[in-house]
């Protein structure tokens, strides 16, 4: 089956505690996405890779970092984890060329 | 980018078609109309898109009005499965059909069906 498939699903931690969320996708597809999900701000994408080793800032990477050294996976890594980025993320991804993007189930994550 | 305004909430009853429209009054000509939407507890799922002509798949159809200045999404006949939050985007594309992917997301329509 055809899926973006994102861990944990669900994780509280503690401010400064470094964290990291697994993303994969098993379609081959070259680009690949974060965004975060916040009350009355709607999604807002974070970063975006579009191919292998290429990555680049959305329109909020701050306190975000992530990588891109194999095709089906895209880690969002959180070095020191503060409160305000306490969200739902999500993590997508979608073929060179094609018009739909597929996402994946999404993790909520909780910084106290 | 050119925004797009739907209504908060819309309610449908169970097997009614459902029309759920959206403005976007400074589109470009190089916008394309995409409509996803997100069930309960789910990421955001995509549903159809459309440059100029009317489009239809398995899971709705999307009417674009002449000018392009508004569209409606179409649900033929509602499910309770079809509850979500429906979102109207634009998203450019160079002429080689090449897109950089973001999708700005407004807050969307959130249908209710009822029984």
């Known amino acids: 089956e055809a899926q973006v498939t994102q861990n944990p699903r669900y994780l509280i931690t503690v401010t400064g505690k470094k964290l990291t969320v697994t993303c994969s996708q098993n379609m081959n597809h070259e680009y690949m996405s974060w965004y975060r999900q916040d009350p009355g701000l709607g999604l807002r994408q974070i970063y975006y890779?579009?191919?292998?080793?290429?990555?680049d800032k959305g329109d909020v990477p701050e306190g975000y970092k992530v990588s891109r050294k194999e095709k089906r996976n895209f880690p969002l890594i959180l070095e020191s984890p503060s409160p305000n980025q306490t969200s739902l993320y999500f993590c997508?991804?979608?073929?060179?060329?094609?018009?739909?993007?597929?996402f994946g189930p999404g993790t909520r994550l909780t910084v106290t | 980018d050119a925004k797009t305004t739907q209504p908060n909430s819309m309610e449908s009853n169970e097997e009614e078609p459902v029309h759920l429209p959206c403005n976007h009054s400074?589109?470009?000509?190089?916008?394309?109309i995409h409509w996803y939407r997100q069930l309960p507890s789910q990421g955001p799922e995509y549903v159809i898109h459309g440059l100029t002509s009317n489009v239809n798949n398995r899971m709705a159809s999307l009417a674009i009005a002449e000018d392009r200045k508004s569209s409606t999404l179409i649900l033929h006949r509602a499910t309770l499965r079809d509850a979500a939050v429906y979102y109207c985007i634009l998203r450019v594309y160079n002429a080689g059909g090449t897109s950089y992917g973001k999708l700005t997301f407004g807050q969307g329509t959130i249908l209710t069906v009822h029984p």
């Open positions: 400074t589109i470009s000509g190089t916008d394309y």
């Open positions: 997508a991804s979608r073929r060179t060329g094609s018009y739909e993007q597929y």
């Open positions: 890779s579009m191919n292998v080793e290429v990555t």
